[in-house]
């Protein structure tokens, strides 16, 4: 389905089906743009299409059949037809792109955003990759509010020098898990994934205290193996921890990680997994790692003190949140906390 706006020379399409997108010039236009991302992309939208409980949306912008905008987003409801009707929201990772920061471009792709996802979504939040301080008073004006977020991203020269910008405990830390005996692979079949993913199920489960994608999710990001890779952590034949990192242009990000800390003497696998992406991107021409967040500067974040210790740059890009509506926003803030502590 698609729907197409005139507005003099520009247009204005919402793509709800992949098939229909011009994908050659699509992917040229973002991978030009110096803000282009793996959440914007093609194979993000193709990838969420096929995951169940995930709806991608592509607004796009065009000016003489060329695109000059974008914003795609991902509408997540969750199984549970409690928690999927209370907590329907739409997600923008690293979004919108726009050729030359024209806000006039920006203005009309986000109204027309807005006017499709009314009835679909509880709430929009977009997650900034960028400095977005030039936007802040388009959003306000269209009702978004703005709270800020933090951010860790690494840049990536060499193995030897990223190395030396390591916190001299999680260098030693590095060390001594290679010394003893514990290893970085590339998963050999989906089994391996599915070690990893029972490790990651309950650390959310005991730790995050947040909803984790079902295994589909991680299969499917597996088998299309062009959107990124994962690293393990093996130690005595074991699959103790990893990453899962997309990849696009000079980037690597990570998306989701874990490990079991704690339990082997002088084997550190959050450590080796966070390691692993930085040192194949110094392998294979990347330019940055990037932890995608690293919580509220207002709120106490442990994981945010083990982030800091890689040797990255500290951002607040923040994010911009509208709420479509409030009583359903409310309830559902209540609600998922109340189902939330029956479960513990």
């Given at each position: 389905m698609?729907?197409?706006?005139i507005?003099?020379?520009?247009?204005?399409k919402?793509?709800?089906?992949?098939?229909?997108l011009?994908?050659?010039?699509?992917n040229?236009?973002?991978?030009?743009?110096?803000?282009?991302?793996?959440?914007?992309?093609?194979?993000?939208?193709?990838?969420?299409?096929?995951?169940?409980?995930?709806?991608?949306?592509?607004?796009?912008?065009?000016?003489?059949?060329?695109?000059?905008?974008?914003?795609?987003?991902?509408?997540?409801?969750?199984?549970?037809k409690v928690?999927g009707?209370?907590?329907?929201?739409c997600?923008?990772?690293?979004?919108?792109?726009?050729?030359?920061?024209?806000?006039e471009?920006?203005q009309k792709?986000l109204?027309?955003?807005?006017?499709?996802l009314?009835?679909?979504?509880?709430?929009?939040?977009?997650?900034?990759?960028?400095?977005?301080?030039?936007?802040?008073?388009?959003?306000?004006?269209?009702?978004?509010?703005?709270?800020?977020?933090?951010?860790?991203?690494?840049?990536?020269?060499?193995?030897?020098?990223?190395?030396?910008?390591?916190?001299?405990?999680?260098?030693?830390?590095?060390?001594?898990?290679?010394?003893?005996?514990?290893?970085i692979?590339?998963?050999?079949?989906?089994?391996?994934?599915k070690?990893?993913?029972?490790?990651?199920?309950?650390?959310y489960?005991?730790?995050?205290?947040?909803?984790?994608?079902?295994?589909?999710?991680?299969?499917?990001?597996?088998?299309?193996?062009?959107?990124?890779?994962?690293?393990?952590?093996?130690?005595?034949?074991?699959?103790?921890?990893?990453?899962?990192?997309?990849?696009?242009?000079?980037?690597?990000?990570?998306?989701?990680?874990?490990?079991?800390d704690?339990?082997?003497?002088?084997?550190?696998?959050?450590?080796?997994?966070?390691w692993?992406?930085?040192?194949?991107?110094?392998?294979?021409?990347?330019?940055?790692f990037?932890?995608?967040?690293a919580?509220?500067?207002?709120?106490?974040?442990?994981v945010?003190d083990?982030?800091?210790?890689?040797?990255?740059?500290?951002?607040?890009?923040?994010?911009?949140?509208?709420?479509?509506?409030?009583?359903?926003?409310?309830?559902?803030?209540?609600?998922l906390?109340i189902?939330?502590?029956?479960?513990?």
């Open positions: 698609v729907d197409i706006v507005d003099s020379d520009l247009q204005i919402i793509i709800r089906d992949v098939r229909l011009d994908k050659g010039s699509f040229s236009f973002l991978r030009a743009h110096s803000n282009g991302n793996f959440f914007q992309s093609f194979g993000a939208f193709k990838f969420f299409e096929t995951v169940e409980g995930y709806t991608p949306l592509l607004v796009v912008a065009l000016q003489s059949n060329e695109y000059v905008g974008c914003l795609s987003a991902i509408i997540i409801r969750e199984r549970n928690k009707y209370l907590s329907r929201r997600i923008i990772y690293g979004g919108p792109i726009i050729k030359n920061d024209d806000h471009i920006t792709i109204q027309y955003f807005d006017r499709a009314t009835k679909v979504a509880i709430y929009s939040e977009f997650r900034a990759f960028f400095d977005m301080d030039s936007y802040k008073t388009l959003f306000a004006n269209n009702d978004y509010y703005f709270e800020e977020h933090l951010n860790y991203i690494v840049p990536i020269t060499s193995v030897e020098e990223n190395k030396k910008l390591l916190n001299s405990s999680k260098r030693r830390q590095l060390n001594l898990s290679f010394k003893n005996g514990a290893k692979i590339e998963p050999k079949d989906l089994s391996d994934i070690s990893f993913y029972e490790i990651l199920k309950n650390l489960k005991t730790k995050v205290k947040k909803p984790v994608p079902g295994f589909e999710f991680f299969e499917k990001f597996y088998n299309q193996n062009e959107l990124g890779k994962y690293f393990l952590i093996q130690y005595d034949g074991k699959i103790i921890g990893g990453i899962m990192c997309p990849i696009y242009n000079d980037k690597i990000y990570e998306w989701f990680v874990c490990g079991l704690g339990e082997i003497k002088n084997v550190y696998p959050s450590v080796m997994a966070t692993a992406p930085i040192e194949y991107g110094a392998n294979n021409g990347l330019k940055y990037d932890f995608l967040g919580g509220k500067p207002d709120v106490d974040y442990g945010r083990f982030k800091s210790k890689f040797g990255g740059q500290l951002v607040n890009y923040g994010r911009f949140i509208k709420v479509y509506n409030k009583t359903l926003y409310n309830l559902g803030k209540i609600g906390e189902i939330g502590k029956i479960k513990q």
